[in-house]
């Protein structure tokens, strides 16, 4: 089994043969994502494999939300909220077509949730929300994320929910 790392979205990193198979997703990593590395908009990690380190099998991109109404939550999740709360966006999250099934993708969510726990822990904020994507909705499911009533291709998950990490 390969070894594999997650990181900073860098210059070594070869974007131009990355393929998701969603002309959205790769266009955005190939053309977008290192400019809004380097003005702070997002941030983005990129998953790789210790044999080939400039090959990306995966990444992830994060960024602070807006905020949100607590009444566009689940009901019960709004309850003891503020009218509106602050959170982080899951922006974007895809893995190679030929890196499918290695639990990639779940690396990479992983990661992104440490990421908020570590910021949330910081400066706070309340929840990651996610703009599912291409039929996406079941994958973010099965890590606990819940639909918001009025948007369901938009999942949220609290920080409290999340799991421990030793640095979060
Ligand atoms: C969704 C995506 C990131 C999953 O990546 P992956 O590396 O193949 O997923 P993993 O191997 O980590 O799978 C983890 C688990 O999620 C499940 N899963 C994977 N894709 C799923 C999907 N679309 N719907 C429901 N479950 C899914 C897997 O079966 C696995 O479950 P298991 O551990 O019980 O077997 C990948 O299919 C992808 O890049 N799709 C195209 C882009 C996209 O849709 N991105 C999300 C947009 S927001």
Redesign the pocket.
């Known amino acids: 089994m390969a070894v594999v790392k997650i990181e900073a979205l860098g210059k070594a990193h070869d974007v131009a043969n990355f393929d998701?198979?969603?002309t959205d997703?790769n266009h955005w990593l190939r053309t977008t994502a290192r400019q809004h590395q380097k003005n702070n908009t997002s941030k983005t990690f990129v998953l790789i494999e210790e044999e080939s380190p400039a090959v990306v099998q995966?990444f992830v991109t994060m960024a602070i939300r807006d905020v949100t109404p607590k009444d566009d939550l689940p009901v019960a999740m709004a309850k003891k909220l503020p009218m509106n709360v602050a959170g982080y966006t899951?922006a974007?999250?895809?893995?190679s077509t030929n890196?499918?099934?290695?639990?990639?993708?779940?690396?990479?969510l992983f990661e992104a949730m440490e990421r908020v726990c570590q910021a949330a822990r910081l400066v706070g904020g309340f929840a990651m929300f996610?703009?599912?994507?291409?039929?996406?909705?079941?994958?973010y499911k099965?890590y606990g994320f819940l639909q918001l009533p009025n948007d369901p291709d938009i999942l949220v998950l609290p920080i409290a929910s999340m799991p421990e990490f030793p640095n979060g």
């Open positions: 998701c198979g969603s997703l995966g899951l974007r999250l895809a893995v890196a499918r099934h290695r639990g990639y993708g779940e690396r990479l996610v703009d599912a994507k291409d039929g996406a909705v079941d994958f099965k």
